[in-house]
C-alpha cells in the first residue's frame, strides 16, 4: 500500500477506544486500526478483557492492545451503571499512562456507550482530537429494549448530542446514521463520514462445505450473529416451527454467542425443534466458514424495530460474501445492503418470512442467482477494500494543518491510487 498519498497520517499516534467488545474479535475496529496502521499511523486501542481474549497486554501487528476487567454484562439499570463505571475509569487509567508513554493525536471512541467523550474532553485542551465512530444508535436501542421515552430514553439522546457536540468528525457506518449525525448530532455534512463495515473477502472464504452439519437432511439453514433479544431468534425458532410441521428435510444452524444463548436453547426445546436446531455458540473462523459454506441459505431474523431498521447488519454482507441467499424482514438497511441477494418477509410475519425459506429451498436456480449477485455486489461495491480509502481520506484531512479550513465534501470518492 502506498502510504505517501496519506503522509498526515504517517508517525501520528491514535487512540481507540471500544466498550462493548474484545480486539480483534471485533471485526470492524480490527480492520480500521491495521488500516491506520498499514498508512504510517501508530494504533494504541482499549478494549475490555472479554470472549477469550484476557490478557492485560499484547501487541499484535504492530498494534498495542490494553484489555480492562469488565465485572459483568449489563442487562439492567445498575448492570449498565456497573459496566460504564468500571469502563470509564479504566479509559482514564490507560489513556493517561498511554499519553504519558507517547502522546496520541487522536482519541477514536467507537460505541456503544455514548460516553467515550468523557475521556476525549480533557485530551482536547491538550490538542488531541476526537473522532466518532458511531456503531450502534443507542436511543433507538433503549426503545426497542424498554419500549417507553422515559427519563433514560432522553439521557441516552442527551450523550449523544454531546457526543457529537465533542467530536471533530464523526464516521457513521450507513446514510441513515449519517442523517442521525446531521440532524440529532447537528453536525457539518462535510464532518461525517460514511465507512461501511464491509467484509475482507481475504478472511470470509469459499470453501467446501460439510454435509455432517445438515445431520442427514437435505438441505441446511444458517444464521451468524449474536443471541439477544433484539436479534429475533425467538423469531427464527417460531419459523422452524412452521417449517418443520410441514417437511423434515431442512437442519437450522445458529452460530454465535450472547446473552440470550441458553433461553434459546431452552426455547428450542419448549418449541419441539431442538432435533432440527444446532446451536454452536461463538466458534473459529475456520468452523464458521465451513458451517456456512454448507448452509443453502442464510438468515437475519432482527427484529423489525426502529433501531434495526437503521442499522446496518454485518451478517448481511458477510453472507452475501460466501454467495448464500437471504431472508430477512423488510428494513431499510438491510434491504440496501443485500438488495437483489435477498427477499423480504413483512415485518413480524413469521408465517411469510417461513415461506420464503421454503421457497429458496426448492428452487435452486434461484437461490445459485442471487448468491452471485450478493457476491458481485460485495466484491465489486461493500468489501472493506472499498471502504478503506474513506477511512485514510478522512484521517488525513482530520490531521492535516489546514482542518476546518477547507470545503471539500467528506465523501468524495477515493480514487484506486488512493489505496
Known amino acids: ?48 478483557q472479554m470472549k477469550g481474549y484476557t490478557d492485560a497486554f499484547e501487541q499484535l501487528d504492530g498494534i498495542d492492545i490494553y484489555r480492562h476487567p469488565l465485572p459483568v454484562e449489563a442487562s439492567g439499570a445498575l448492570g449498565y451503571l456497573v459496566e460504564y463505571g468500571t469502563s470509564i475509569f479504566w479509559w482514564y487509567w490507560y489513556a493517561i499512562k498511554i499519553f ?3 502522546r496520541f493525536h487522536v482519541i477514536h471512541g467507537c460505541n456503544p456507550p455514548d460516553l467515550i467523550f468523557t475521556v476525549a474532553l480533557p485530551f482536547k485542551l491538550l490538542g488531541v482530537k476526537y473522532v466518532f465512530d458511531h456503531h450502534d444508535i443507542n436511543p433507538e436501542f433503549y426503545l426497542a429494549k424498554f419500549d417507553k421515552k422515559d427519563f433514560f430514553y432522553r439521557l441516552m ?12 468528525v464523526s464516521i457513521a457506518t ?11 448530532g447537528k453536525m457539518k455534512p462535510e464532518n461525517v463520514t460514511i465507512v461501511r463495515s464491509g467484509p475482507k473477502l481475504e478472511r470470509l472464504r469459499i ?12 438441505y441446511l439453514v444458517g444464521y451468524l450473529g449474536v443471541i439477544a433479544q433484539s436479534e429475533g431468534i425467538d423469531l427464527l425458532l417460531e419459523a422452524v416451527r412452521k417449517i418443520t410441521a410441514v417437511r423434515q428435510d431442512v437442519q437450522f444452524a445458529i452460530v454465535g454467542g450472547g446473552t440470550s444463548l441458553e433461553e434459546m436453547k431452552v ?3 419448549t418449541l419441539g425443534v431442538s432435533d432440527y436446531v444446532d446451536f454452536y455458540g461463538r466458534v473459529p473462523d475456520d468452523l464458521l466458514l465451513e458451517v456456512l459454506n454448507t448452509a443453502d441459505v442464510c438468515v437475519n431474523p432482527d427484529r423489525p424495530t426502529e433501531m434495526n431498521n437503521l442499522s446496518t447488519m454485518n451478517k448481511i454482507m458477510e453472507y452475501m460474501a460466501l454467495k448464500k441467499p437471504i431472508v430477512q424482514f423488510d428494513l431499510k438497511e438491510g434491504r440496501f445492503s443485500a438488495q437483489k441477494a435477498s427477499l423480504y418477509a413483512r415485518p413480524n410475519d413469521l408465517d411469510d418470512f417461513a415461506d420464503k425459506i421454503t421457497y429458496l429451498l426448492d428452487n435452486e436456480t434461484v437461490r445459485t442467482e442471487m448468491g452471485e449477485f450478493g457476491y458481485r455486489r460485495v466484491a465489486n461495491e461493500l468489501s472493506w477494500a472499498h471502504e478503506r480509502g474513506k477511512l485514510l481520506r478522512l484521517y488525513d484531512r482530520l490531521l492535516a494543518p489546514t482542518f476546518g479550513q477547507e470545503t471539500q465534501p467528506a465523501d468524495e470518492p477515493v480514487t484506486a491510487t488512493q489505496v
Open 207 to 218: 470453501v467446501p462445505g460439510n454435509n455432517a452439519y445438515k445431520k442427514g437432511r437435505t
Open 174 to 184: 450507513n446514510e441513515s446514521y449519517k442523517e442521525i449525525a446531521i440532524r440529532r
Open 157 to 168: 439522546l442527551f450523550f449523544e448530542r454531546i457526543t457529537y457536540r465533542v467530536a471533530n
Open 1 to 48: 500500500m502506498n502510504t505517501s498519498n496519506f503522509e498526515n497520517l504517517v508517525g501520528k499516534h491514535i487512540l481507540i477506544i471500544v466498550e462493548n467488545l474484545p480486539v480483534p474479535f471485533d471485526r470492524r475496529v480490527w480492520q480500521e486500526a491495521t488500516t491506520l496502521r498499514e498508512a504510517g499511523a501508530e494504533i494504541s486501542i482499549i478494549c475490555p
Open 100 to 102: 504519558a508513554k507517547k
Open 267 to 269: 426455547l428450542a426445546g
